[in-house]
């Protein structure tokens, strides 16, 4: 029997609000335990909860990003659970009257556009972190409220997802566009971005949903597409050996590659969402949402597409330019100084790249900036320097900020494009190989390029390309 998985995912977007959702503690990452935490955060008696306004803008623009409709009034809720890193025992979320309902993220699956729609996005406040000491996690665990009221936005998909890699590039797409809205910096290490997967299975052909399990806190993109195609192996062996699969909420251990039991899953109903008596409904004004509208930047998938059609960027090319808002702003501010998108194109993935990944302050802190770089591309372009000039070049500007026509002078890089220059060169390259001249003037015209080559050896790659081409042509071809 073939069976298909049927996935559902609901991704966390830590907002980039410098302030909690509902007080004004930082939510600066990394700052020392417990020490941005107040009474409104630990849910003390009389402490109040505000709702960061800033938080709601970077909801409404999501909503209008993905095509969804923006609740005009939303509720907010207590979720009941006990947590250790919860101290108050609520979690303030939305339930019955979300923010955000409906929408779509779309993608590109091989050339096919996709799009996957949405349930709702809502948010919510984080919980707490629980620490569990290397080699003492037996022994006691150690809390950390600072993550408690830090801003969420629950995006929860529905349950349209054929594959792994679906899921894969759904993920990929939320995030680029959450990104080049500023509204969150996607950075899965440090928590700003989890998801969780429900997953069933199905016989093809059949339309009611399979039992779900739920894969809890992936924290990686691949995570993700590794863990689900775990569980759907494991369930697909399950009903095929005549077993039923029980409703869990598991956990993916990258160590391993494979699901654990975590807890049964809990129903809506096992919270006991209550609208919160603290927090007023939240009321949007059609102002409020068209100065949002207005807001919104160019989305990467649009993007995408204009490299394309306006620029003739191969697909490929378009995708690895707007993988971050930062690389595509590069590529942009370089073309400005240079117009050819596909030299640009080119130096950007392949050269610049290379030397940023790995680099901790990423594209916005490169030592090249796009303007320079920009600039020594439209030098080779017009050819005032060749192409493997133009590398040195680029070696040197990595540690010197001067305009590339200042290292150039200085160093004496300017290409020799006179023709009295080269012409003795030429005479000697010939007179020093007359078996390649016998060759070529026999017919084997192709060792052209070895007679190149030999000219560009003994000018360190100075030589005009064009200008030798032709004095080589000519030389040859008088001494016949």
């Known amino acids: 029997m073939n069976f298909e998985a049927v996935i559902g995912l609901e991704v966390h977007a830590q907002l980039l609000t410098k302030s909690k959702i509902f007080c004004g503690c930082s939510t600066t990452f990394g700052q020392r335990p417990n020490s941005a935490a107040c009474p409104v955060c630990l849910g003390l008696p009389g402490a109040l909860p505000v709702l960061n306004r800033e938080a709601v803008n970077m ?31 609520y979690q303030i979320s939305q339930f019955d009257r979300p923010i955000g309902i409906g929408g779509r993220i779309a993608f590109e699956d091989n050339g096919v556009r996709k799009q996957i729609r949405l349930t709702r996005i809502h948010l919510e406040e984080d919980a707490g972190k629980s620490l569990h000491p290397e080699g003492h996690s037996e022994d006691f665990t150690r809390i950390d409220v600072n993550r408690c009221g830090v801003p969420l936005m629950e995006i929860v998909s529905e349950p349209e997802i ?64 590794k863990a689900l195609r775990y569980e759907i192996d494991r369930q697909i062996a399950i009903v095929s050996s005549g077993d039923r699969v029980e409703q869990q909420t598991l956990l993916y251990s990258d160590a391993d590659g494979r699901c654990y039991p975590m807890r049964s899953k809990e ?68 073309l400005a100084a240079c117009p050819d998108a596909k030299l640009v194109a080119n130096w950007i993935m392949t050269e610049v790249l290379a030397r940023v990944k790995g680099n901790a302050a990423g594209i916005a802190g490169f030592a090249v900036e796009p303007a320079r770089l920009g600039r020594l591309l439209e030098m080779i372009r017009s050819k005032a320097i060749t192409g493997k000039i133009g590398k040195e070049l680029f070696e040197c500007m990595l540690a010197d900020a001067r305009p590339v026509e200042a290292i150039v002078a200085e160093k004496g890089l300017a290409p020799i494009a006179d023709s009295s220059d080269l012409g003795g060169l030429i005479d000697k390259v010939i007179a020093d190989h007359p078996k390649e001249v016998a060759r070529y003037r026999a017919g084997q015209t192709k060792l052209l390029a070895f007679f190149v080559g030999q000219v560009m050896r003994a000018t360190g790659g100075r030589a005009d390309p064009a200008v030798t081409n032709e004095l080589l042509r000519s030389k040859l071809a008088q001494s016949e």
């Not at 999501?62 to 095509?67: G, S």
């Not at 054929?162 to 996607?186: F, M, T, W």
């Not at 009611?208 to 993109?221: A, D, F, H, P």
């Not at 059609?309 to 595509?328: F, N």
Request: hydrophobic letters at 35%.
């Open 267 to 334: 129903e809506s109903h096992d919270y006991r969402y209550l609208p919160d008596p603290d927090l007023v409904p939240l009321q949007l004004t059609p102002n409020w949402i068209a100065t949002v509208q207005r807001e919104l930047p160019e989305l990467p998938l649009n993007r995408q597409d204009r490299y394309v059609h306006d620029l003739a960027l191969p697909r490929y090319d378009a995708e690895v330019l707007t993988s971050s808002p930062g690389l595509a702003l590069y590529f942009e501010e370089t």
């Open 162 to 225: 054929r594959s792994p890699r679906e899921a894969y590039l759904y993920l990929h797409a939320l995030k680029q566009i959450v990104e080049h809205l500023g509204i969150c910096d996607g950075n899965m290490e440090e928590g700003s971005l989890r998801c969780d997967a429900n997953v069933s299975i199905r016989p093809v052909g059949e339309t009611k949903l399979g039992t779900k399990t739920e894969v809890k806190n992936l924290n990686s993109i691949r995570g993700v597409e």
């Open 59 to 89: 909801a409404v623009k999501m909503i209008l990003a993905v095509d969804g409709s923006v609740g005009m009034t939303s509720v907010f809720a207590r979720k009941n659970y006990f947590y250790p890193d919860l101290p108050k025992g």
